[in-house]
């Protein structure tokens, strides 16, 4: 199966920042990849597919980048919705696997 | 409006069964492959299952393999999981999720809101 390495696991950030979250397949993924964030007791929603298409609706300070067997999912601008897990998902064969998840927290 | 319905969740005994069903509803089931995805209280998610639109194509999870059973009828629109000789780890919110294709490559598009199951004794 392939391993999905997904760090940091948790981050402390202010409205405003910068983030960056990193996603690393065990082995060439192409571009099988899609990122998902999650609030408490809500379900996964859908942010980033093909590593780098942004889904209908979410707003453009969410970015993603990457093929192969590194990923990025950057939010340029933090906003206070924005703070949730968020999980890397790899689609390029089974078992499908996720990455362990980033906590976005507030500092 | 594109819905996943889950149902069937509840509180088991360890080597009980429970079978979840998932209704869809705003799309054209057939035409999609469908997963079955689980989260445990407080950790991550784990791709349990999925089955192809006509059924032709299954696989499992290594921890549920042997134990679940993963089904659909096209004709009722419908998603189902048959879970036998369930764990004490087999507790987690179960949620149904939609698979399709975009630019050569498969998304988890939508999901479900899910359905809990407890197993405890």
């Known amino acids: 199966a392939i391993q999905m390495t997904q760090s940091p696991s948790s981050l402390s950030a202010s409205v405003g920042d910068r983030v960056t979250i990193t996603c690393r397949a065990s082995q060439g993924i192409r571009n099988d990849l899609g990122w998902y964030q999650q609030t408490p007791g809500k379900t996964p929603k859908l942010l980033i597919y093909t590593a780098s298409t942004l889904q209908s609706g979410v707003p453009s300070r969410f970015s993603g980048s990457g093929s192969g067997t590194d990923f990025t999912l950057t939010i340029s601008s933090l906003q206070p919705e924005d703070f949730a897990t968020y999980y890397c998902?790899?689609?390029?064969?089974?078992?499908?696997?996720f990455g362990q998840g980033t906590k976005v927290e507030i500092k | 409006e594109l819905q996943l319905v889950e149902s069937g969740g509840g509180l088991v005994q360890p080597g009980g069964s429970l079978r979840l069903s998932c209704a869809a509803s705003g799309f054209t089931f057939i035409s999609y492959r469908m997963n079955w995805v689980r989260q445990a209280p407080g950790k991550g998610l784990e791709w349990v299952s999925y089955m192809t639109s006509s059924s032709s194509n299954i696989d499992y999870a290594d921890s549920v393999k042997g134990r679940f059973t993963i089904s659909r009828d096209n004709a009722k629109n419908s998603l189902y999981l048959q879970m036998n000789s369930l764990r004490d780890e087999d507790t987690a919110v179960y949620y149904c999720?939609?698979?399709?294709?975009?630019?050569?490559?498969?998304?988890?598009?939508?999901w479900g809101q899910g359905t809990l199951v407890t197993v405890s004794s």
């Open positions: 998902l790899q689609t390029y064969n089974y078992p499908r696997t």
């Open positions: 999720v939609r698979e399709a294709y975009y630019y050569d490559s498969s998304v988890f598009d939508y």
